[in-house]
């Protein structure tokens, strides 16, 4: 996800436990897998993204289709179900019988095995150099519609509040820790390169099927301005930068820290279908718009960072890079954020949301307006 992060509408109270899912609550363990895809149906889940990876929406078929793909690649069976959730992709969490906690990920078809293969790969080599990723135990393989990967479960620390200066500064100094590391992998072979707007003559691309930006243009003008500003600052600025690989939906729902007095490190990353091969500025510009995100915390944690919490992000990653951006990379930077806080902002508008409510994406496009374009 190159330019957008997965909006979902339960923002609940056990957000600071495991992506996409919360630790079971008291009385609620022990569950069998379909039981939990069976809640998370009940909770708002969207059949239609089973339909399309699965073939069917039924928790039962999905349960057994998991529990089959891990006897076979991993020789065990599914004992309990620890958690279930789907957007562009669908993630289980499992605790197989032989003692293994596993994480299942299944694509639907469009998403092409020979990228998922590299992904694995390049995931695999970080995690060898330290960086706090899964071990990968199967795939990609064949499942459902598409494939999947199946990589063991990392839970440990936790999901934290990134507004907080202190896990602002870890976030933004570990992105920076894990372009570094993934630099001498950032051949021309590896994963690909494309410009980072489409030719296809749109501004907006939906992150899925149940936004309709079509049928939600009306008042929308005042994100569509900032969205046509930013996509010309970026197309005068695409070759600002090295290119490098990095993680474009790196955000507080993706990562879980640990504390240690006053040091914070990085325990957990998740969401690694997200390595792409971008100028190192687009990459920044993407996370300083989205590293507050967390569609899981309750309502009182916002959902979008001010725009001085932006800069200090990119002031944060200056400082760990231990140079500034030159002049072509700070505007590529700039327009990355625009347009990645006003493509959130229009998700939001497609689902209903007002430009009212601060904290929100749709509420910082509509006060800054171009002014986002100045980060």
């Not at 957000?15 to 630790?23: A, E, I, N, Q, T």
């Not at 955000?251 to 914070?264: M, N, P, Y």
């Not at 409510?357 to 171009?370: Q, R, Y």
Request: include cysteine; hydrophobic fraction near 45%.
């Amino acid at each position: 996800m190159a330019w957008h992060t997965e909006q979902r509408e339960d923002r609940g109270a056990d957000w600071r436990d495991h992506k996409g899912l919360r630790h079971t609550p008291a009385g609620s363990r022990g569950l069998t897998l379909a039981q939990r895809i069976a809640a998370y149906f009940a909770d708002g889940g969207i059949a239609d993204l089973d339909l399309a990876i699965h073939g069917t929406a039924d928790p039962d078929a999905i349960a057994a289709a998991i529990d089959a793909v891990c006897r076979e690649t991993l020789g065990s069976g599914v004992a309990e179900g620890l958690f279930y959730a789907a957007s562009l992709g669908a993630v289980a969490g499992v605790a197989l019988a032989d003692g293994r906690r596993v994480v299942v990920k299944a694509y639907q078809a469009e998403t092409p095995p020979e990228l998922l293969r590299e992904i694995v790969r390049l995931r695999d080599r970080l995690r060898e150099r330290g960086v706090a990723a899964p071990a990968g135990l199967a795939g990609p393989t064949p499942f459902g519609r598409g494939h999947a990967i199946i990589e063991s479960l990392l839970d440990d620390g936790r999901i934290e509040d990134t507004h907080q200066p202190p896990f602002r500064r870890a976030l933004a100094r570990g992105l920076h820790d894990l372009i570094e590391v993934a630099r001498p992998l950032a051949t021309p072979e590896a994963l690909y390169t494309y410009r980072e707007l489409s030719k296809s003559g749109r501004l907006w691309r939906p992150p899925g099927k149940r936004f309709d930006f079509a049928a939600t243009a009306a008042g929308a003008e005042y994100i569509d301005d900032v969205g046509r500003a930013a996509r010309a600052l970026i197309e005068q600025h695409l070759e600002a930068g090295e290119l490098v690989i990095g993680h474009a939906d790196w955000r507080a729902e993706h990562v879980r820290f640990v504390s240690q007095g006053e040091t914070i490190r990085i325990a957990a990353i998740y969401d690694w279908d997200s390595l792409l091969k971008r100028r190192e500025p687009a990459l920044v510009g993407v996370a300083a718009g989205c590293f507050c995100a967390n569609w899981a915390a309750p309502e009182t944690v916002a959902l979008a960072p001010t725009l001085d919490e932006s800069r200090a992000f990119v002031a944060d990653y200056e400082a760990a890079r231990d140079r500034p951006f030159g002049r072509e990379e700070r505007h590529l930077l700039s327009g990355a954020f625009a347009y990645t806080v006003a493509h959130l902002a229009r998700a939001g508008h497609a689902l209903g949301r007002k430009r009212e409510p601060p904290g929100t994406f749709n509420h910082l496009v509509w006060t800054e307006g171009v002014g986002l374009l100045e980060l």
